[in-house]
C-alpha cells in the first residue's frame, strides 16, 4: 500500500510540475530563435514570469497577447513551435507597426543593455490590443520599438555618386562648349 501511495505522490509531483511549468519548451525555443533579447527576464522581473512573452499576468490561465493568438493559430494548423515563431518573424501581431522579430531584438533605449520590446504589447504603458480591455496596462513600460532610422545602404551610395559624376559631367560639357558668335 506504501508503496502505491509513493507512486500516486510521484505522479501528482511530475503533474503539478508540468503544469506550473506550463510548455517551457515553448519559451526554450523562442529564447534559441532570438538568444539576443532580454525580453524573457525583464517579463520575469516586470510581471513575474518569464511566460510573459505571450501570456498575461498575473496567471497564465488568461487568455494570452496578440502575439500569442497568432502562435496559437499556426499551432493549430499543424506548425511546430519553431516553425510558427520563424513564420511570425516578419509579422506584426500586436498592429504597432513593427515587424515581431524587430521587436524581439531591437536595442531598448528607454533601459540601457536590455534588447527587445514585446510582440504582443503596445504603446507606453504596454497594453493588448487583442486583450477584452484593450486599455488595462499590463507591464507599464514602454512596448512599441521606435522606428528604426534609416540608413544609406551600400547601394545607394553607390548611386548617388553615380548621378554626382553624371551630373557633374552635363554641366561640365555644357560649359566647356564653345558658344556661338553673334554678329
Request: hydrophobic share 40%; charged share 15%.
Amino acid at each position: 500500500m506504501r508503496k502505491n501511495r509513493s507512486m500516486w505522490a510521484a505522479v501528482l509531483a511530475v503533474i503539478g510540475a508540468q503544469a506550473a511549468w506550463g510548455f517551457p519548451p515553448y519559451l526554450t525555443e523562442w529564447q534559441s530563435q532570438y538568444p539576443s533579447s532580454t525580453l524573457p527576464a525583464r517579463m520575469l522581473a516586470t510581471t513575474g514570469s518569464d511566460c510573459h512573452v505571450c501570456h498575461h499576468p498575473p496567471t497564465r490561465d488568461l487568455p494570452g497577447n496578440c502575439y500569442r493568438t497568432d502562435i496559437i493559430a499556426l499551432l493549430g494548423g499543424g506548425a511546430t513551435i519553431a516553425d510558427a515563431i520563424s513564420q511570425l518573424d516578419g509579422v506584426d501581431s500586436d498592429g504597432d507597426g513593427v515587424p515581431n522579430g524587430v521587436e524581439a531584438t531591437t536595442a531598448r533605449q528607454d533601459q540601457p543593455g536590455e534588447v527587445g520590446y514585446s510582440m504582443g504589447l503596445v504603446g507606453p504603458t504596454g497594453t493588448d490590443p487583442c486583450s477584452l480591455e484593450p486599455g488595462v496596462a499590463i507591464t507599464g513600460e514602454l512596448e512599441t520599438a521606435p522606428p528604426p532610422i534609416p540608413t544609406v545602404s551600400e547601394w545607394g551610395l553607390a548611386l548617388m555618386v553615380l548621378l554626382a559624376l553624371v551630373a557633374g559631367t552635363l554641366v561640365f560639357r555644357s560649359q566647356s562648349r564653345p558658344q556661338p558668335a553673334y554678329v
